[in-house]
């Protein structure tokens, strides 16, 4: 993974080294993980996403990452 960018409406837009681009909606993991659903109310956070060191994940903070 190179890129990610949020999107409205709780979606990711991601970016990986081979060139593909792919669109992820994060809203059913709201139900899925209770630590995921803090991004629902904080629109800022979700906002902030960064691909983690190494390209294998999205990390909005320290405590919160894919």
Known sequence: ???VNSL???RLS???????TKIYDVKP????????KVLEDATVLFSD???DIG???VIWSD????
């Not at 991601?14 to 593909?20: I, P």
């Not at 993991?29 to 995921?36: D, G, H, R, V």
């Not at 405590?63 to 894919?66: K, M, R, V």
């Open 1 to 3: 993974m190179k890129v």
């Open 8 to 10: 409205p409406n709780y």
């Open 14 to 20: 991601v970016h990986f080294a081979d060139g593909v």
């Open 29 to 36: 993991l709201f139900e899925k993980w209770e630590s995921i």
């Open 49 to 51: 996403v960064e691909v």
């Open 55 to 57: 390209g294998y994940g």
């Open 63 to 66: 405590d919160l990452d894919l």
